[in-house]
Each structure stands twice: as C-alpha cells, then as structure tokens.
C-alpha cells in the first residue's frame, strides 16, 4: 500500500474513505492510542465530518493560538511588519 493511502487509514478503514484532495496536499502519519483514535472518530461523526477537518481545525486553532499565521497571506502581511498594515491605501474618501 503506497505511503499516502496509508495515511488516510484509521482502525478499520478502507483506502477507499480517503478524501480526494489528499493525493494533492502534504501527507503525514500519524499513531494514536486505540482510545483516543475512537474519541476522535466518535466527534467526527457527531459533526458529520471527516478525521481530516477534524485535524485542520485543531492545527489552526493551535497555530492560533501560538500567534502563527494560518495561511500565506497572513505570514506575508506580518513578514512586512505592522506598519504595512497600517498605512492607508488611498483608495476611498478623498480628503476634503
């Protein structure tokens, strides 16, 4: 079984329960105790999501919060420093 589909596995899945977009993404394994792996799957039925939302929202909220940015935008804007952000962008009301 290729590294990516194993991935996608949990207790008792099959490689055919593997979103679309993880070919296309960067993949990684990852262990956890038989309890929590049930906790986890468990809350994600509950929501009616998937193993793989339920770990992009706990990663951006951990990022979160650390102070990281979560997407390329952000880590440009503060990479520019404060001041960038500030500064008016001369589009709008003129000044009377």
Known sequence: MPPAALSCL???DKVSSCPASASS???RLSKFDD???HALNLLAHDRMQDFQELAD???RDLLAKHGRPTDLKTALRRSAGVEAE???SGKGRAKS
């Open 10 to 12: 949990g207790a008792g």
């Open 35 to 37: 309890e929590t792996w």
């Open 25 to 27: 993404s960067t993949t």
């Open 86 to 88: 500030k500064k008016p």
């Open 57 to 59: 929202e706990a990663f």
